[in-house]
């Protein structure tokens, strides 16, 4: 059988609603919440908007990095990029696999780079210039202990992180990361942000403390998004990106 035929045949086959089950660390330990399909379906059209915000489009190239245990955003964000017709490579985003990210910026000449760890950038350190290798990529979205590293080079780079179970994911106007309010609630008690499930999420989970220190802004973007945003106090924040 042809692995056409393997895969079409597959696609008839019933799915359980299951897709991932995603563990987060809390200041009390690990926490264990389901992912459906559906709502990373939900997930998925929502990062396809953002990153199209950002002027992705067909026929750009993307690089991703991530880890294997970051599934339930980085699968949202490769299904943004098959929507926008967007190829891609993948790359670990410890810092032990900073040379496959240097092969593949080196390769591709990606128009966005996406997921840039603080350990990937201390690899890369050791062997290349930082600046000059990501200075002239139009889109850096980067982790939080990552920024003032890129901006101490003069790269001009954005937050994209999980808070939790969601994703953090900030627009062109840099004043904080957004959160998808149709489906999930954050805040800050005592400094630190806490998380909580939309009605929509399949999976309950109540108020919960991530030991994440930040600020959140609420109402409505200068992009345009009523979503809230996070000011990461690592990725250290201007004042004025908290007005």
Known sequence: MARADTLARARTLDRPPLAYLVRFPTPDGSRDMELTWAELARDTAWVTARLRDHGLAAGQRALLTTSGFEGFWGHAVIGALRALKVPYGIAEAMGWDHRRTAVFHRELAPHAVIGLSAETLEGLAGSADVGEMFRTTPLVLARPAAIPMLHGVGVSAAVITAVGPALALECPERGGAHVNA??????????????????????????????????????????????????????????????
């Open 182 to 243: 149709a489906e999930w609630r954050v805040g800050v008690r005592d400094g630190h942000l806490f998380v909580a499930a939309g009605e929509e999420r399949v999976s309950p989970l109540p108020e919960t403390p991530l030991g994440i220190a930040g600020h959140v802004l609420t109402g409505r973007c200068a992009c345009g998004s009523e979503d809230p945003r996070v000011l990461f106090a690592e990725a250290n924040y201007s004042s004025s990106a908290r007005s």
